[in-house]
């Protein structure tokens, strides 16, 4: 991976580029930003640039092919072991980088997750942040930068990232995976700029999947409660997905409202369903819409609190169909 191979964030590949250009490389870098958009790529192509042979990245070296094969014996990945990042970790990867670095020029560590890292180990890790050895460089990722110890923040120069525009991902996604423009949309303004959700496992519950919740979801009548409950039950047994299904739900509903207010069906997440928003939009009113979008807010509140996901579901979808 070098930098032009990675899509968009030209601002941070310019800056990134300089730095190494100007041999003026921070000790520790903080990548911030949404989970999928790129950091962990951008940090391999720092990487690559940083101990390839001719300092291009080139992509033929033994360096670069080293850091594309994770076998680079300088460059080192710390990621959450279970739930978190421990200090056990971070004091190996501390003595790592206290050796010379053995074939590159500087020993690189990139730590995914930073915000993962529980108190002993960021306050582990400050030690080296305070004490740059100039042979080190640290590259941290964190779509949570607010869970990052601030001194831990303080200590980085920070660098954020933001989603990828919802029109450069449909493009990629057009060329890359063949799907039609109608998909490409779709997956585009689901997938929130991550290019990760939109290529990966998802792609089938933003297409398919999403059709068959959303026909479930408006056949429904206050009137009988079995079909409510039923859905309900389907919805839960998704664990994992639950929160993706929420956004699926919730643009849904966000359509209708737009639609009600004038916007133009090109605008709208679902357009495949146009003619389903046109026959459903005069069941419904500001009022009644907002209520719903309500309702699956409360429904995300109550899943972060761990509440019975069956339970919340039953709440939900009672209040949807009302
Ligand atoms: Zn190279």
Do not use: W
């Amino acid at each position: 991976m070098t930098f032009s191979q990675i899509l968009g964030h030209d601002r941070q590949k310019d800056i990134l580029r300089r730095a190494i250009d100007s041999g003026r490389l921070a000790h520790a870098y903080l990548f911030e930003g949404p989970e999928g958009v790129g950091k962990r790529l951008m940090a391999l192509a720092l990487a690559r640039a940083v101990m390839c042979k001719d300092g291009t990245g080139c992509g033929v070296c033994s360096a670069c092919r080293k850091v594309d094969h994770n076998n680079h014996p300088d460059l080192h990945l710390l990621e959450p072991d279970g739930k978190t990042i421990k200090i056990e970790q971070v004091r190996s990867i501390q003595k790592e980088l206290s050796f010379r670095p053995l074939e590159a020029p500087k020993k690189i560590c990139l730590i995914d997750s930073a915000d993962r890292m529980n108190q002993a180990a960021g306050n582990a890790l400050l030690k080296t942040l305070e004490e740059p050895s100039g042979e080190a460089l640290l590259i941290l990722l964190t779509a949570h930068p607010e869970s990052v110890l601030s001194t831990i923040r303080s200590r980085c120069q920070r660098l954020p990232f933001a989603r990828l525009p919802q029109g450069m991902l449909k493009g990629v996604l057009l060329e890359q995976l063949g799907v039609d423009e109608t998909q490409g949309h779709i997956l585009a303004a689901l997938s929130e700029g991550s290019f990760k959700k939109a290529l990966g496992k998802d792609r089938d519950l933003y297409l398919e999947r999403r059709r068959e919740i959303l026909k479930a979801l408006t056949a429904l009548s206050p009137r009988s409660v079995l079909p409510i409950f039923e859905l309900a039950q389907s919805l839960a047994d998704e664990k994992e997905r639950l929160p993706d299904i929420l956004d699926i739900i919730q643009a849904f509903y966000r359509d209708l409202l737009l639609y009600q207010h004038g916007r133009a069906e090109s605008d709208l997440v679902n357009i495949d369903l146009a003619d389903k928003i046109r026959r459903i939009a005069p069941r419904e009113n500001t009022a009644t819409l907002l209520r719903k979008l309500e309702a699956i807010a409360a429904s995300r509140r109550q899943l972060d609190r761990n509440v019975n996901r069956q339970l919340a579901m039953e709440v939900l979808i009672l209040r949807l169909a009302a």
